[in-house]
């Protein structure tokens, strides 16, 4: 079964700082990896996805994030946070089978920027 | 290009009583998901519809069921709602099995409220 595992589910940095959102998952295939962003009482935005080939994936809004498949870790960065920042970041794995096609969540972490 | 639309945004309902939710995926794409969000359960899978078939199924009860039709627009629906089915009712629609590469566009979601 396929999983995902975010930790940390509050995360608070000052305005400028680097962002660190971290997420790890479990797959018994190569993994398809997305992050996730939600505002408040919105939908799901897509930041970025690792497929298959370059390991270091460039999102939208600054972000990236880095496939390491020793460390089953898909850790999401921005080097210099912004107050728009602030909001909810879901990492996800997603499934595909001949049956099926489903993505798995982690719990999200709450970004807070501080002024 | 038109996103992801669901209908209505806002919805409140009455235990016992039945409620169904609407989804118009982007145009071109063929597989609507269905997922709850709840600040308990985070994001859970329902179903999956791909060609007017349901083609996988989260672990919910059978008040909860949808269907596609040719058009690709999706509907959900819950029978006999229960105060837990209060949530963020979020659609995705991405192009279909076979494009796996790609990724997976939600609408702004329905936020049912039972009372």
């Known amino acids: 079964a396929q999983s995902v595992t975010q930790l940390g589910s509050h995360v608070s940095v000052s305005e400028g700082a680097l962002v660190l959102l971290r997420c790890n998952y479990s797959?018994?295939?190569?993994?398809?990896l997305f992050w996730y962003v939600q505002y408040p009482n919105q939908g799901l935005q897509l930041l970025l996805k690792?497929?298959?080939?370059?390991?270091l994936v460039k999102g939208i809004n600054g972000f990236e994030a880095e496939f390491k498949k020793s460390e089953t870790s898909f850790h999401l960065t921005k080097p210099s946070a912004h107050m728009s920042d602030a909001a909810e970041y879901f990492c996800?794995?997603?499934?595909?089978?001949?049956?099926?096609?489903?993505?798995?969540f982690g719990t999200g972490t709450r970004l807070a920027v501080r002024p | 290009k038109a996103g992801v639309t669901q209908t209505p945004r806002y919805l409140i309902k009455t235990r016992g009583q039945q409620v169904t939710l609407s989804c118009s995926p982007i145009?071109?794409?063929?597989?609507v998901s269905w997922y709850q969000q709840t600040p308990g359960q985070g994001l859970q899978f329902l179903f999956e519809?791909?060609?007017?078939?349901?083609?996988n199924k989260g672990n919910f009860p059978g008040r909860f069921s949808g269907r596609q039709f040719s058009n690709s627009r999706s509907e959900m629906n819950v029978s006999t709602l229960e105060l837990g089915d209060s949530a963020l009712y979020l659609c995705?629609?991405?192009?279909?099995?076979?494009?796996?590469?790609?990724?997976?566009?939600f609408g702004q979601g329905t936020r049912l409220t039972v009372v």
């Open positions: 797959s018994s295939v190569p993994p398809y």
């Open positions: 690792y497929t298959t080939g370059a390991t």
């Open positions: 145009s071109g794409h063929r597989s």
């Open positions: 996800a794995v997603r499934k595909v089978t001949s049956s099926g096609d489903k993505l798995t």
């Open positions: 519809y791909f060609s007017e078939t349901q083609r």
């Open positions: 995705a629609s991405s192009l279909g099995p076979g494009a796996v590469g790609t990724e997976a566009f």
